[in-house]
């Protein structure tokens, strides 16, 4: 199956503070979102992106589909973004392959 | 109302015991999916649906079987729950191959 590396595991950030995570893929996709999973447990979808650039609001995106990376970019963190944020991708999702995550701390 | 909803949202239960989740969906999409999370680690498919008709095995669907009785209901089946199918289960959907997937709130089932 596709291999898919986030980066990096962990990440500590004082509010306010702008961040990015990385996605990799072994091999090619032509599906690709982000998730947030809240303390809770639910998964939030924040960008379906297999290439291109997307924005919301605080949030943006990038994929480079040729290279087989995507970035996911926060900037002036709130405490609310706190969680694990995931990428996943795959082809037609037969085969839809999520990476470990990142986990995001946001502190005060 | 939730456009995907599954039930139980949590469940505990013994070793052997049988054990059906369900998911229904509001959003007349014709792909259904079933995913395991463990703690610290990402969804894993378990098996995925593109119609009533047509099921397929996902990447861990050892001990599990599922059921397509609708467009809008797809059930995940335990037939003989062990301790490590201890995990949060999530059904999703989505509408074409290029559009992005929808999840549902997550069932917790915990296999003493």
């Known amino acids: 199956g596709i291999q898919v590396e986030q980066s990096p595991p962990d990440l500590i950030l004082q509010e306010g503070a702008n961040s990015t995570l990385r996605c990799n893929f072994s091999d090619s996709v032509n599906n690709l979102q982000w998730f947030h999973q809240n303390p809770w447990g639910q998964l939030i979808n924040l960008f379906y992106?297999?290439?291109g650039t997307k924005q919301n609001g605080r949030l943006s995106a990038t994929t480079v589909a040729t290279e087989r990376y995507s970035l996911l970019y926060i900037s002036s963190s709130q405490t609310t973004d706190s969680g694990v944020y995931f990428c996943a991708g795959g082809y037609n999702f037969n085969k839809f392959y999520f990476g470990s995550g990142t986990k995001l701390n946001v502190k005060p | 109302d939730a456009d995907v909803t599954q039930t139980p949202r949590n469940r505990i239960t013994k070793t052997g015991k049988r054990i059906m989740l369900e998911c229904s969906q509001t959003?007349?999409?014709?792909?259904m999916y079933w995913y395991r999370q463990d703690p610290g680690l990402g969804l894993r498919l378990i098996y995925y649906s593109f119609d009533v008709k047509d099921i397929n095995k996902g990447e861990i669907s050892d001990g599990y079987s599922v059921s397509r009785q609708a467009q809008a209901k797809f059930s995940l089946s335990l037939e003989s729950a062990i301790p490590n199918q201890t995990a949060l289960y999530f059904c999703?959907?989505?509408?074409?191959?290029?559009?992005?997937?929808?999840f549902g709130d997550g069932t917790r089932l915990s296999i003493l």
């Open positions: 992106i297999p290439s």
């Open positions: 999703a959907t989505s509408d074409f191959s290029d559009q992005p997937q929808h």
């Open positions: 959003k007349g999409h014709d792909r």
